[in-house]
């Protein structure tokens, strides 16, 4: 009896107002491709987020452009059967709160759950 695996839940972190990787983050992504790798038919959620520097427009904006940035890393893998949904929550949900304005590392970052 081979039961589902369960969701796995990754981040990955940019550098200040960019959708460019950390470098750590770089290092990182090859493991959500290996939890890909254990699926038959993955469904990927990618969900992007930023600090609250910036208007929230261009915070919701620049969340989607690191969403997609990941999301396109991930189907240049070219695995198949891959479902992968992108999203953005700019400045909406903050891991560290902070005030308006304040540049904090850990909020800007995607949240890969792979299913």
């Known amino acids: ?3 589902p695996l ?12 960019s959708a460019k990787l950390t470098k750590d983050s770089s ?5 959500v491709i290996e939890a890909m790798k254990k699926r038959q038919a993955p469904d990927v959620s990618v969900v992007g987020h930023t600090d609250s520097v910036g208007s929230s427009k261009y915070n ?3 969340g989607l452009k690191r969403a997609n940035s990941v999301a396109d890393k ?3 893998e070219g695995l198949k059967n891959v479902e992968v949904s992108v999203q953005s929550e700019g ?13 904090e590392p850990q909020n800007r970052r995607v949240e890969i759950t792979v299913r």
């Open 1 to 3: 009896l081979h039961l």
């Open 6 to 17: 369960l969701p796995e839940q990754f981040r990955l972190f940019f550098e200040t107002g």
């Open 27 to 31: 290092i990182a992504l090859p493991e």
């Open 60 to 62: 919701r904006e620049l």
């Open 74 to 76: 991930i189907r240049a």
């Open 91 to 103: 400045e909406d949900k903050l891991l560290v709160p902070t005030k308006d304005g304040v540049a």
